[in-house]
Structures are given as structure tokens and as C-alpha cells.
């Protein structure tokens, strides 16, 4: 299909001699509306506009991925603190449920009981029957020392991680700061 519309059938008219143009009028031709992708029958030869572009035998199929170079050259501390301050906070949580279960799985083994009469006896004197280590490493006290722990890990590492972009603020400021390149995915 080329694309064009029908035209009537004219009847056959005697035809006048034909006139040169004159330059105020322009030559009539029939009205085509634009399409958007020409015709195989209409394509014109290379180099000219309507032709279409075929793409080479062993030419490359797959797209470049697109790259840029950046540079990191400030850290908002601010942000960097709330950052640093989630990521503790999660870090702390996991640790005080991984204590917890790892407790959990060494007493069900009898880990504690074993342990405690084999330090039971070694520090039992004459009359007194030793250190109770079966008490002393019970679960809530255990995870009272864990937490404790963990919100010191908390306080640190947010404080840290502020200075740490503090002094990556002063030091961009002398070499530039990180340079990152990044690519595009497909």
C-alpha cells in the first residue's frame, strides 16, 4: 500500500496546449498528506530526504551503556548522622537477637550446665561449693549486657560517622573530594 488516496476517474477532456509556468503562479500538483514512514515504492536514493537507513551487516546490535564520571565533593553531615544513626540502631537490634538465640541454642545443648559443675568444682573450696556460672550467665542478664552494648555501639558510631563526613568535608576541600563513574543500566 503506498499510501495515497484514490483518485476519480477524469474523462478524457480535450487538452489545451500547455503554458510555461509563470513565476507568480505555481505549478498544481494533487495534495499527499505526510506520512510517517514512506513507502517502499516512494524511497528515493541515498543521501536524500525519505529514504530509510538500513543498518550495516555486522554492526553492532547492542546499545552503549551510557557513563559518567562524578565527584563526591561534600557530605551533609546531617544527613550522614541520621544515616549513621538508623544503621546502628538495626545493626544494635540484630545484635540482641542473635545473643538471644545463640543463648537459646548453647542451653538447649546443655552448654551452661556443662560448663557450670566443670567451673563448679574447679573453684569449690572446703566447705563452699564454688561460682554458680549457670547464674551468673542467665538470659536476662546476658541480654541486659548485650543492649548495654549496643547503645554504646549506637552513641559511637553516630558520632564517628559525623566526624568521619566533617573530615572528609576538609579533605574534598584540599584534593577534590571522591571520584565516582557510574553507568546506565539497560
Known sequence: MS?????????????????PPSPTQPEQQPHRPPQAYPSPQEEQGPGQPGTVRKPRTGARTVPRTRKARLRVAKADPWSVMK????????????TVVAVAVLWMVMDAMGVFSTLG?????????????????ETFLSLPRVLVFTSLIALINVVLATALATLGSFIYNLSAGFVGGVELTLAEDE
Request: hydrophobic residues 35%.
Open 3 to 19: 499510501g495515497a488516496q484514490p483518485q476519480p476517474k477524469a474523462q478524457p477532456q480535450p487538452q489545451p496546449q500547455a503554458k
Open 83 to 94: 544515616v549513621s544513626f538508623l544503621l546502628a540502631v538495626a545493626l544494635g537490634l540484630c
Open 117 to 133: 559443675g566443670t567451673v563448679s568444682e574447679a573453684t569449690s573450696a572446703d566447705g563452699s561449693s564454688g561460682f554458680d556460672l
